[in-house]
């Protein structure tokens, strides 16, 4: 039985959306963000106390791209996969491995020290900082998508699940404003999936950004 511990608009999305994409039958517990503090019980299930969380059977991991990874290809969901033989399967990997290196962990650091730290340890000059580093790693994702609709294969992939959320997550905490038209289309067309629709109604009601964002 898959379980899935997720705070909504977290990097636990990644694995909540690709759940959604692939129709596997799964347990979802939503958190309060951030569960550690909120709800000190989950370290019990997670010591780290991060999210996502996730458990099949006797398999548990925490990171939301291997996560993705890890269903498509325990499940045979091979349509979200790029086969190794393939000429794109390099490029494949990097977007996955990329999406949450290079993209989520700035966005992380300026929500913390913009919103989330009280006000004496806030750090302006590193949010300044990460968010010229942030968006200067999107210029080549605005270029690789300037005749593209997905990132390999002419075709939807766990890939773009893993960079999509990155991009989604950039604009729900407002860094979406220097988006290049190529990356605001083609995160428009994400957002605009079915699976990524229904991902976001759950947990809606545990929205952390409505006061984290104020």
Not at 72 to 85: G, I, P, S, T
Not at 149 to 174: K, S, W, Y
Request: glycine share 4%; charged share 25%.
């Amino acid at each position: 039985m898959i379980k899935l511990w997720h705070c909504y608009d977290t990097r636990s999305l990644r694995p909540l959306w690709a759940l959604e994409e692939m129709g596997l039958a799964y347990e979802l517990e939503t958190l309060k963000f951030p569960p550690r503090v909120l709800q000190p019980e989950y370290l019990t299930v997670n010591p780290q106390g991060t999210v996502p969380y996730f458990v099949d059977n006797d398999v548990t991991m925490t990171e939301s791209t291997a996560i993705c990874h890890y269903l498509a290809e325990k499940y045979d969901k091979n349509q979200f996969l790029v086969a190794k033989e393939h000429p794109q399967y390099g490029q494949f990997i990097n977007w996955l491995y990329q999406s949450d290196s290079t993209f989520t962990f700035p966005q992380a650091l300026v929500l913390r020290y913009r919103n989330i730290e009280p006000e004496q340890r806030r750090l302006p000059q590193l949010v300044e900082d990460y968010s010229r580093f942030y968006h200067a790693k999107l210029k080549d994702v605005a270029t690789h998508l300037e005749n593209r609709q997905f990132l390999c294969d002419n075709r939807f992939t766990i890939a773009d699940i893993a960079l999509g959320m990155a991009l989604h997550f950039g604009e729900v905490i407002g860094l979406s404003d220097r988006y290049k038209p190529p990356v605001k289309a083609y995160l428009k067309r994400l957002q605009a999936r079915p699976a990524f629709i229904r991902t976001r109604e759950l947990g809606k009601e545990l929205n952390p950004y409505i006061e984290l964002l104020k």
